[in-house]
């Protein structure tokens, strides 16, 4: 299985989106000072030489310049049975919109008092980012909490969301 990525600029840096046997495999949000996070990531690729990275990164663009609400590409996400269920319930976050650790675990059938941390932990460990939307979880509380991008990077998402949600005709 040979992984291609390519690099899409956003509001937030450059973010590469992987892909191997017609399914996305990674989005990684870009490091601190703005570049991809491309390290060990696979061979950069022409999305125009494959359909499905293409397509990943039409989307991506989009969502970024606040054109797409919903994600549309074959996905393989890699975790065990507990996360793939959580990330199924990141899948239906509505866009523009929060939940909670524990509300996501209710959502995907869980006990929220004896499961909100390890869906936090599963929330960390999605490779996809964005496109399945583990920004929109937040703390108990409505804090901003863990981020794979970063606090800042979270808090950027989240504001593009409902600045678009709302209407709002500036993006960032």
């Known amino acids: 299985m040979t992984t291609r990525y390519a690099v899409v600029g956003s509001p937030v840096g450059d973010v590469a989106v992987a892909v191997a046997d017609g399914a996305v495999t990674d989005v990684r949000l870009p490091h601190p000072d703005g570049s991809a996070a491309t390290d ?67 959502a995907v059938g869980l006990d929220p008092r004896t499961t909100a941390r390890a869906v936090g932990a599963a929330n960390g460990a999605n490779r996809l980012p964005v496109v399945l939307p583990c920004h929109r979880v937040v703390g108990a509380d409505g804090t901003l909490t863990g981020f794979s991008g970063g606090l800042e990077c979270k808090r950027a998402l989240l504001a593009l969301e409902a600045r678009v949600a709302t209407g709002a005709s500036t993006l960032f």
């Open 40 to 106: 060990g990531l696979g061979e950069p690729a022409d999305p125009g030489d494959d359909p499905v990275l293409g397509a990943a990164v039409r989307q991506l663009t989009a969502y970024f310049a606040g054109e797409l609400r919903t994600f549309d590409l074959p996905l393989r996400p890699r975790g065990t049975a507990f996360q793939q269920r959580v990330w199924e319930g990141l899948a239906r976050v509505p866009y523009g919109t929060t939940t909670t650790y524990g509300a996501l675990a209710a």
